[in-house]
Structures are given as structure tokens and as C-alpha cells.
């Protein structure tokens, strides 16, 4: 078994202040385990009393090694490990490497995968921000938001899980389209969400949006000007809650959201509270994409037919030898990409993910690296902490919006 | 109405004490607050509305070890983090229980590699896994029960025995 070192004051000598040293101010270890760090956090904090003078995120305690393992598999097999990196957005990452797969060895995707990708990737959506209400409110002991988000989120969940088969870590996305249409109720189980949900929103909104004690916890606190925001690179809900207008579906469409009709919220105070305000109204933009893109859906394949890349359906197999040949050939040896790099980003419900993808000639990449949007994002977090009370700093790290699978990966 | 229309007027219960002690361990046992990853989200789900963890005695997850009865792994776990996770379970008083939830936490998972434990049961002593990646709440919920079994069976004298 390790041992637990000990570790003593002198060790973080050049993080806090020379007060610390002296013992006029108190260090202070949050987490990794604490149930309002989101995860295996852990944050060294210096407090005057109870004001926060240093605030250190240490992380790590959930580094998988993703990247490594991608690169020791092929291109359909290193798909699994996205779902798996940022886990409140499985749909958002398999597109992002789909699209990087798909740029690199040069894949049209159908318009019918295209508008079930938007349609997938904007319920995903939808779940993540459900999610993070949910802590929040629990975070501010708002218990029953957690409650109502939750059973919220499994009207989603059991949309994935009829296209899929899986609640959560779906691969559905597969480079060249989806993995297989969806069935019929798929259209139903959507319509019956986009009419329940607007009036759940409300229901939200009348529990927060003006409660004198979640606006107490929450208002001017953390606040974030837009200059230091993109210098950190910060992206998603919480550089627009800084009144910078950039969202990756408007300013680099991706997957045909050009043609949906849809506003990108900014506020411009740059608080706790109106990163909770962009969040709520971007679920009403969200409901709106999913309608249009349910809406334009055309009947049609739902991935390419280029053979190479994408595998045979199981009926021909027994009746075509090419078939037989290219599903033996897909599944054992994959498919060669060319040596290039590309990069692909998404707007993921936290901000940009990106991926950059090498290939090297072969069936497996030979570097995968991930831009994700919690680590920038929680770069900026003992920035923005420092002068605010203990109780404020649960907040301002739940408005954040971090998953410590993005950061760690 | 229930135990008192089946009793009578008696009002005396006879069982034995390992019984009473096994049931009340099994009614109220309650689990750390403590998510890894993202079977942690399911663990959530299995706490929320829908499927409602509190009726099987999980009123409360405890933030703290020291008040909790369960560890419910819910995650993989880093190289980085082994050692935390045993100086909690270190933390728990007795007895107490594991439940590795999840293919990363019983097994490592799809992630054989440098930086993660390759089953959480390299690190602390597992009394039920639970298969899955992630596993569904319902799963989970089973894992739960099983481990009710298994602790109903306790007997005094292997306890004496373990903690001797």
C-alpha cells in the first residue's frame, strides 16, 4: 500500500503568502473528498479568518491517462475512451472526435445524421445544464432543485437510451454518420419533452430566479470582467455571462447550425448570477435548435456508404463477399488516416472542447490532444475568489461549471 | 396496524440480538458522499426522484467519513488518489462496508493503464461489485441489497473473530 506522506508548510512556501508562514493566516485544505467541489477537487485555501486570501486548486486525483489510450487504439476503437473523459457530455465529445476523424480522412456525413447529431448533442446539452443546476442548488441547500433536475434529466436520459441503448455513455456518434437510425417512438419521445420541459423551466425560475435567498448567495459574488476572462481563456456559459458574445455554433458552425435560428445569451455583470441566468435561458435556446432540427430531419441514410470507413450492415455480410472483406478488415485492422493534424472544436456545454488529432499513415492516431473547457475555466477560479468568504467560494465554484473528468482527463 | 394486529396484545418480540443488530445495521446504513467519476452521476440519479435510494434505509449521504457506514466507490481511481481514498476508509468507524461500483472501480475498467488502479480492491477490502460502465441505478440499488444479505448473515462470533 502508498504511504501517506506528511507534508508540512514549507512545501507550499512559494504558493501563499509570507502571512501564512507566520501563522497569522490559517491554510486550509478543501477536498479532494468534499461534496462541493464537483468531484476530486482539491483546493488549498488561505483565509484571514474567514476571507479567502489564496485559493490553489491542486488537481490530478482523476488523471485516466485518456489521451495515452486513445493513441493505443484504432480510430472506431479509441471512440469509447471520449464518452468517458468529460461524463456530463458524452454526446459532445464523440462529436468532437467524430468531426476530427471525419476532417482527417476527408468522410461526408449525411443530413439526417447531421440533424440527429443537433438534435442529440442539444438534449445532452439540455441534461449537463440540469445536472448543474441541480449542484448548485444543493450546494446553496436548495434541495429540491436537485430533486426536480434530476427527475428532469431521466426524461432525457431515457431519450438516449432508445437510440442507443445506454443512459449514459452512449458512442452513438460513429465517424461517416450515427451508429444506426433511431427507432420510431424517437420522434414522439422528443416532441413529448420539448412540450413538457419549457414550463418545468418556469418552474425553475420561479423557485430562483428571484428568491431573496438564492439571490443572496449568489448576486455580485466571483466576478469576472471580460478582459481577464479571455486572457485566461475562458469559454461557454461563463465568458458569456462576461459579456463577451462567443459561442462556437455561431461563430464556426459545425454540423449545420447555421440553419437553426437560435440567440446566444450574454450578460454583462460577470457574476455568479448571471452565469446561473445564462444557463437558464440556454435551455430555452437549446428547446428552440431541437425543435427547428426535429423539424428539418430528412428521411435517408444516416451514415456514408464509403465502405472503407464505415462498416457494412449486418444483412449484407451474409450475402456479399466485398462486405464480408470490409467488415473483416474495419474490425480487426481499422482504417488507415493520412499524415495530418487536424483540430476539431465543439461548443460543449462547459465551453470549447477541442481535439487535435495526428495521424501518422496508419489505423491508430499518433497523438490525440484535448483542449477542454473546465481547465481553462477553473484556471481563472483563485482569480476570481480571492477577498470572498469561505460559504461564497462553494458558490462561485459551482457557477463555474467544472467536471474534474475534463480537466484530469 | 403491522406488527401490532400480527402480536396481539403480547407487546414482546422474541428474536435474537444478532438479528436485531443485523436489521437495524441494514435499515439505516448510510453512505459517504463521495463521487469519483462518472458513475458518481449515476449514484446522484440513484439518490434523486426516480429511483430514491432513501427506501432502502440511505436517507442520508454522509459528507463526512466518520458518520458514514458505506463507501460506495463511484469512479476510477488515479494513482494520485489511491492514497486519499484509503486514508477515508481508514476514517470510517466500524463496521463498515465498500461497494466498488462500476467497471473502473472493480476491475479498471476500460483504462488499462499508468493511472489508474486496476480495481479499487487493491486499495481497500470490497464486499460487492457492481458491473457496469456506468451501471444503471437500478444496478446499483441491487448492489445495495446484496450487501444487505451479506450482512444479515453476520454472525457475533466471526466478528469477534475479525476484530480481535
Request: charged residues 25%; aromatic residues 8%.
Given at each position: 500500500m502508498t ?6 508548510i ?21 477536498g ?6 464537483h468531484?476530486?477537487l482539491?483546493l488549498?485555501?488561505?483565509l ?10 491542486d ?19 479509441a ?18 472526435y467524430v ?26 446539452r ?5 445536472v ?11 434541495m ?40 420510431v ?18 418552474e ?10 438564492f ?19 475562458v469559454t461557454?456559459?461563463t ?12 461563430a464556426?458552425?459545425?454540423?449545420g ?8 445569451p ?17 435551455f ?7 425543435e ?10 444516416v ?7 464505415v ?14 472483406i ?9 482504417f488507415?488516416?493520412?499524415?495530418a493534424?487536424?483540430y476539431s ?12 488529432l ?37 458558490a ?6 467544472i ?7 | 396496524?403491522?406488527v401490532e ?5 403480547m ?9 436485531v ?7 439505516a446504513?448510510?453512505p ?5 467519476a ?6 446522484m ?7 430514491d ?17 458505506l ?22 468507524p ?5 461497494i ?12 488499462n ?5 486496476q ?8 464486499d ?17 441489497l ?11 462470533k466471526?466478528?469477534a473473530?475479525?476484530?480481535?
Amino acid at each position: 500500500m502508498t504511504q501517506i506522506e506528511e507534508v508540512s508548510i514549507e512545501q507550499f512556501k512559494h504558493l501563499v503568502s509570507a502571512r501564512a508562514l507566520t501563522g497569522e493566516t490559517m491554510l486550509l485544505n478543501m477536498g479532494p473528498q468534499h461534496p462541493s467541489t464537483h468531484g476530486v477537487l482539491r483546493l488549498l485555501l488561505e483565509l484571514d479568518g474567514e476571507i479567502i486570501v489564496n485559493c490553489i486548486p491542486d488537481i490530478g486525483y482523476l488523471h485516466t491517462g485518456i489521451e495515452k489510450n486513445m493513441e493505443a487504439k484504432t480510430y472506431q476503437k479509441a471512440e469509447v475512451m471520449t464518452d468517458r473523459l468529460d461524463y456530463m457530455n458524452p454526446m459532445g465529445n464523440n462529436l468532437a472526435y467524430v468531426m476530427a476523424v471525419e476532417k482527417l480522412v476527408d468522410l461526408d456525413v449525411p443530413v439526417r445524421a447531421q440533424g440527429l447529431r443537433v438534435i442529440l448533442v442539444e438534449l445532452q446539452r439540455i441534461a449537463s445544464h440540469l445536472v448543474w443546476l441541480g449542484s448548485v442548488g444543493l450546494d446553496l441547500a436548495a434541495m429540491s432543485m436537485f430533486l426536480y433536475c434530476f427527475r428532469e434529466r431521466e426524461l432525457i436520459l431515457d431519450i438516449f437510451e432508445l437510440v442507443s441503448g445506454q443512459r449514459m455513455m452512449t458512442t452513438y456518434f460513429r465517424p461517416g454518420g450515427v451508429w444506426r437510425d433511431v427507432p420510431v417512438e424517437f420522434e414522439k419521445a422528443v416532441r413529448d419533452f420539448l412540450k413538457i420541459f419549457p414550463a418545468r423551466i418556469d418552474e425553475y425560475e420561479k423557485l430562483l430566479t428571484k428568491n431573496p435567498l438564492f439571490l443572496d448567495r449568489m448576486l455580485g459574488l466571483g466576478i469576472l470582467d471580460s478582459a481577464t476572462a479571455l486572457s485566461y481563456g475562458v469559454t461557454g456559459p461563463t465568458l458569456r455571462a462576461s459579456g463577451v458574445n462567443w459561442d462556437l455554433r455561431k461563430a464556426r458552425p459545425y454540423s449545420g447550425y447555421e440553419q437553426y435560428d437560435f440567440n446566444v445569451p450574454v450578460l454583462t455583470e460577470g457574476d455568479t448570477y448571471a452565469r446561473y441566468l445564462v444557463h437558464i435561458q440556454e435551455f430555452r435556446e437549446s428547446l428552440k435548435i431541437i425543435e427547428q432540427a426535429l423539424n428539418k430531419l430528412p428521411f435517408g441514410p444516416v451514415h456514408s456508404e464509403n465502405r472503407k470507413f464505415v462498416p457494412p450492415p449486418r444483412s449484407e455480410i451474409g450475402v456479399s463477399m466485398e462486405s464480408l472483406i470490409h467488415h473483416f478488415k474495419l474490425w480487426t485492422e481499422g482504417f488507415p488516416a493520412p499524415k495530418a493534424s487536424v483540430y476539431s472544436a465543439v461548443e460543449s456545454p462547459r465551453g470549447e472542447l477541442g481535439l487535435l488529432l495526428e495521424g501518422d499513415g496508419g489505423p491508430k492516431p499518433l497523438r490525440v490532444h484535448l483542449r477542454t473547457p473546465s481547465f481553462d475555466n477553473l484556471s481563472v477560479l483563485s482569480h476570481i475568489v480571492n477577498g470572498h468568504l469561505v460559504a461564497d467560494l462553494v458558490a462561485i465554484l459551482a457557477s463555474i461549471d467544472i467536471v474534474l473528468g475534463d480537466i484530469d482527463r | 396496524m403491522g406488527v401490532e394486529q400480527k402480536l396481539g396484545d403480547m407487546g414482546v418480540v422474541t428474536t435474537t440480538l444478532e438479528n436485531v443488530v443485523n436489521w437495524s445495521r441494514t435499515n439505516a446504513m448510510w453512505p459517504m458522499l463521495f463521487g469519483l467519476a462518472c458513475c458518481a452521476i449515476e449514484m446522484m440519479a440513484a439518490q434523486a426522484s426516480n429511483y430514491d435510494m432513501s427506501r432502502f434505509g440511505m436517507e442520508l449521504m454522509r459528507a463526512s467519513p466518520r458518520q458514514s457506514d458505506l463507501m460506495i466507490v463511484a469512479g476510477r481511481v488515479s494513482k494520485k488518489m489511491g492514497p486519499v481514498l484509503r486514508r477515508l476508509y481508514d476514517q470510517m468507524p466500524e463496521p463498515k462496508w465498500v461497494i466498488a461500483m462500476g467497471d473502473c472501480a472493480s476491475c479498471g475498467g476500460v483504462f488499462n493503464n499508468y493511472a489508474i488502479f486496476q480495481g479499487v480492491d487493491e486499495v481497500v477490502p470490497v464486499d460487492v461489485y457492481v458491473a457496469g460502465c456506468p451501471p444503471r441505478p437500478e444496478a446499483l440499488i441491487h448492489g445495495v441489497l446484496t450487501l444487505y444479505e451479506k450482512v444479515n448473515k453476520e454472525k457475533f462470533k466471526d466478528l469477534a473473530e475479525k476484530y480481535k
